[in-house]
């Protein structure tokens, strides 16, 4: 049982073209998360919802759009792709209440913009 | 803006040597978190300290968080090839939704 499960594991697509990662979480957290993570390996948050509302949301393009359809869901769509938007992305949950509040990441999704 | 900074980016060690990272803030930190993400992986949680000048072990490493709570280290006494990974300090934030990372700590470590 996978806790929190990112497709697709791998993203090759060219400049220009629209694409969507998709993750899920079993574990029941009420806070999901996607970071962006580049060469240099930083982590940098880009969004943030809580029970299915956005909290945060980083200065990141308006071609990014996260829809959480539901509490154990939070998917990523891309428009108009660029190279720049290459990176590896991890989404990401945990419960912000209580002493338990580490998070648990996904497989990341590489996206090679060519 | 990044609400804490990790030293060093890059450290390389001949096995059995120890090694440190370090994370600090200009503010008082309510906690500090610290992951391990391996080559071609995703980040896993360590640990999580809260209280001021705690000191956690697991093993061979050796978390603490500073007595005025604005700084935290991780210690790896006699590295092994195994410990290779990327090291991340991290905060959240009081309200308990923003979760921000250090830069990280890229260890290599030669057999």
């Known amino acids: 049982d996978t806790a929190v499960s990112q497709t697709p594991k791998y993203l090759v697509t060219q400049m220009g073209n629209d694409k969507s990662i998709k993750c899920e979480q079993n574990l029941g957290h009420d806070t999901m998360y996607w970071y962006k993570q580049d060469s240099k390996k930083f982590l940098k948050i880009m969004f943030s919802y809580n029970n299915k509302e956005l909290i945060i949301n980083e200065t990141v393009p308006n071609r990014f759009s996260p829809k959480s359809p539901d509490k154990a869901h939070l998917n990523l769509h891309i428009n108009s792709l660029e190279l720049g938007d290459s990176a590896v992305y991890f989404c990401?949950?945990?419960?912000?209440?209580?002493?338990?509040?580490?998070?648990?990441f996904g497989q990341g999704t590489r996206l090679t913009v060519v | 803006g990044q609400q804490v900074m990790q030293i060093p980016q890059y450290q390389h060690v001949q096995e059995g040597e120890d090694f440190t990272t370090y994370c600090n803030s200009s503010?008082?930190?309510?906690?500090i978190q610290w992951y391990k993400q391996r080559p071609g992986g995703h980040p896993v949680f360590l640990i999580q300290?809260?209280?001021?000048?705690e000191v956690k072990k697991q093993k061979r490493l050796t978390f603490q968080f500073g007595e005025a709570k604005k700084n935290s280290s991780l210690h790896i006494t006699a590295t092994q090839t195994t410990d290779v990974g990327t090291y991340f300090c991290a905060n959240i934030k009081t309200s308990g939704s923003r979760l921000t990372f250090g830069e990280g700590t890229q260890l290599t470590v030669n057999p």
């Open positions: 300290l809260v209280k001021s000048g």
């Open positions: 990401a949950s945990r419960h912000t209440g209580g002493p338990n509040t580490e998070a648990f």
């Open positions: 503010t008082t930190l309510s906690n």
